[in-house]
């Protein structure tokens, strides 16, 4: 199950709105609506899970706190845990080092050109953060395989240009690397 249909699932079994939520999670009207939604989760240990969890545990007739927190967690699609701060800041590294502008990636991967900016600013998450991923990997191996930025994007990968001599290779590495936590600069 979904973690948006794990919460709306919790709602109407408590028999609570996403106002009354809201109200006793501390979190905002509009959060619990993204959730809601499947716009946006929580990431695995964050407050904002353990808010909703407290808050869903404090009602007459719930689960314990720890069940909550069990079931949403496990709900969560797997991009949830990424590190969406290194994710974002590798994103900027590397679009700044291959000299590619927003507006191209978006077009690239089918994107308003508005919404990868926002991306990049921090304002906003992709909907399925690993699709954006994949996405943008194979963009990136499709515009520079056999290009000579392919030593540069070797280089900020920390690899060998021997290591991507394959679309395939290349695509791998920039999948993993940009779902790393691993900051740039690091181990490098």
């Known amino acids: 199950m979904t973690f948006a249909k794990q919460l709306k699932s919790y709602l109407n079994s408590l028999g609570i709105t996403q ?3 809201s109200g006793i999670s501390g979190l905002s009207r509009a959060t619990i609506s993204r959730y809601c939604s499947g716009e946006r989760e929580p990431s695995s240990g964050s407050e904002e899970i353990r808010k909703l969890a407290s808050g869903l545990s404090s009602l007459p007739g719930a689960l314990s706190f720890d069940d909550y927190l069990k079931a949403l967690t496990g709900s969560l699609s797997e991009g ?10 590798k994103l900027r590294f590397l679009m700044q080092n291959l000299d590619l502008r927003p507006s191209e990636l978006a077009r690239g991967i089918y994107m308003d050109p508005s919404h990868i900016s926002r991306i990049l600013s921090g304002n906003r998450r992709p909907r399925n953060i690993n ?6 990997a194979a963009f990136i191996t499709q515009r520079y395989t056999g290009s000579p930025s392919i030593s540069s994007i070797a ?4 690899l060998d240009a021997s290591d991507v001599n394959s679309s395939s ?14 900051l740039v600069g690091e181990d490098e």
């Open 131 to 136: 699709v954006f991923i994949g996405d943008t």
């Open 169 to 182: 290779a290349l695509r791998k590495h920039l999948t993993s690397w940009l779902g790393s936590s691993e």
């Open 80 to 89: 949830a845990g990424l590190d969406y701060d290194a994710f974002v800041s």
């Open 19 to 21: 106002k009354e939520l």
């Open 155 to 158: 280089d900020i990968l920390g």
